[in-house]
């Protein structure tokens, strides 16, 4: 149960998602093209913002059930290329860094330290922020146009998306999915929406509903993101003992 629900996070924090049924999705909508078009013209352009993380995830195998609940912020400086993180659940607050091309995420008590691992070099290093890589996500799949909406008393465009498995699979970590056994017939529906600014163009808000199977468990996520402080100034330190004392093979009694 406990893997299930660890990979439900990991699929909804890493890929993002939308519907991917076995059947085709129906053409894109021509607005929906546009302005996901026009995002992703604005967003490459973007050299640092904040985001705030919300996730609710509910599995089940029938006999029990297990509710978990995440939440967090962080930031992010592309041109410095570092991303600092932290994400807090009922019992650990764990801290998380991007420095270039080196990840480091905090370990538990009594051990401590960071796990770390390199970031691919094989696509811009700003694809691997959780802005950039909504934005991918919809950028490489079906889109249609929802139309103009209320959001927070701001208006605002909504675009919703359908990506295929193999769209999926190519934005997630490879080696954390392997060690999940995620495959493409455990992964079951989801639904995916953005929210744009229809003045900059700039992502407001992202939010997805996942459905994922395994071994006979269900387990359902919705995360939600709001980004914001676009190119403001964003001083991201590293404390130095996150270099010092580090686990290359991941942290101790991770399951």
């Known amino acids: 149960m406990r893997r299930l629900v660890l990979a439900v996070c990991l699929v909804s924090l890493l890929a993002g998602c939308g519907t991917f049924l076995g059947e085709n999705p129906p053409p894109s909508d021509e607005r929906a093209v546009a302005a996901v078009e026009e995002a992703n013209s604005t967003v490459a352009a973007v050299e640092a913002y904040r985001f705030e993380m919300e996730m609710h995830v509910t599995a089940s195998d029938g006999e029990q059930s297990r509710t978990a609940r995440v939440d967090g912020d962080g930031a992010v400086n592309v041109s410095a290329k570092r991303i600092q993180a932290t994400t807090r659940t009922q019992d650990q ?36 922020t959780p802005l950039h890589r909504q934005v991918l996500l919809f950028d490489r799949s079906n889109v249609y146009w929802r139309g ?30 392997g060690d999940m056994e995620l495959n493409r017939g455990s992964l079951e529906n ?14 407001v808000k992202s939010e997805l509903t996942i459905k994922i ?14 980004y ?19 686990y290359e093979l991941g942290c101790p009694g991770a399951s």
Not at 102 to 128: H, I, K, L
Not at 151 to 167: I, K, M, Q
Not at 213 to 226: D, E, N, P, V
């Open 213 to 226: 199977s395994q071994r006979g468990a269900t387990a359902t996520a919705t995360i939600t993101l709001r």
């Open 148 to 177: 103009n909406t209320t959001l927070d008393g701001n208006r605002t465009v909504l675009v919703t998306a359908s990506p295929s498995a193999e769209t999926i699979e190519s934005l997630m970590n490879r080696r954390q999915a």
């Open 228 to 246: 914001t402080d676009y190119d403001e100034p964003t001083e991201i330190s590293i404390p130095p003992e996150v270099y010092d004392d580090t």
């Open 93 to 128: 607050t764990v801290e998380s860094y991007v420095d270039r091309y080196r990840a480091y995420q905090g370990c538990q008590d009594p051990w401590g330290g960071y796990a770390v691992e390199n970031v691919s070099r094989s696509e811009p290093w700003a694809t691997t």
């Open 190 to 203: 989801a639904t995916a929406r953005l929210w744009l600014d229809p003045e900059t163009n700039r992502p």
